[in-house]
Antibody, heavy 119, light 107 residues
Framework: EVHVMESGGGVVQPGGSLRLSCAASGFSFDDYPMHWVRQGPGKGLEWVSL????????FHADSVKGRFTISKDSSKNSLYLQMNSLTTEDTAFYYC????????????WGQGTLVTVSS | DIQMTQSPSSLSASVGDRVTITCRASQSISIHLVWYQQKPGKAPNLLIFDASSLQSGVPSRFSGSGSGTDFTLTISSLQPEDFATYYCQQSYSIPPTFGPGTKVDIK
């Protein structure tokens, strides 16, 4: 059974940093792209970042480019999101999502981890 | 970036009703359209991909249609567990973008 679970959320001051993790199981981690998608409180969904199965290609939304970095460790079946220079606009639930292999189709989602940027 | 719009933004319906939600893309996306259902406090759940392909395990009362710029999600007979917010998303190009959502609540 496919399972993805995020961790690492919390409260951080503006300008601060946070690293999110996502533990994946139940599928061949190197065969599928992985994504981060976020949702502000009471708001809609916003795609954040994508990493290819082999980790060789990454993409980020313009809103986080230069501040966030997606990465993966295949030896640990784990996905990461390093978030720097956080602003209040980054406050959201952050979801880890497995691609179904056809391209930006989010087949399995974690339960989400809440990041709150506040002074 | 491709902009996605949805209508209506919300609707009230009764159990057993047929419900249709519309999604429009700002440019042609062929059939690369995905639908998700999200219940309060939960992660989104994949319903339909490639405009009309039903995800495994999703009830057959859900169906999708369309191509190019105009798409629809239809629930043939609304069930109590279908009251939720529905999002469309284009998977045609990066960045993938979502519609603003349609909230379906109880009349």
């Amino acid at each position: 059974e496919v399972h993805v679970m995020e961790s690492g959320g919390g409260v951080v001051q503006p300008g601060g940093s946070l690293r999110l993790s996502c533990a994946a199981s139940g599928f061949s981690f190197d065969d599928y792209p992985m994504h981060w998608v976020r949702q502000g409180p009471g708001k809609g969904l916003e795609w954040v970042s994508l990493i290819s199965g082999d980790g060789g290609s990454t993409f980020h939304a313009d809103s986080v480019k230069g501040r966030f970095t997606i990465s993966k460790d295949s030896s640990k079946n784990s996905l990461y999101l390093q978030m720097n220079s956080l602003t209040t606009e980054d406050t959201a639930f952050y979801y880890c999502a497995k691609d179904n292999g056809l391209g930006s189709i989010f087949e399995y989602w974690g339960q989400g981890t809440l990041v709150t940027v506040s002074s | 970036d491709i902009q996605m719009t949805q209508s209506p933004s919300s609707l009230s319906a009764s159990v057993g009703d047929r419900v249709t939600i519309t999604c429009r893309a700002s440019q042609s996306i062929s059939i690369h359209l995905v639908w998700y259902q999200q219940k309060p406090g939960k992660a989104p759940n994949l319903l339909i991909f490639d405009a009309s392909s039903l995800q495994s395990g999703v009830p057959s009362r859900f169906s999708g249609s369309g191509s190019g710029t105009d798409f629809t999600l239809t629930i043939s007979s609304l069930q109590p567990e279908d009251f939720a917010t529905y999002y469309c998303q284009q998977s045609y190009s990066i960045p993938p973008t979502f519609g603003p959502g349609t909230k379906v609540d109880i009349k």
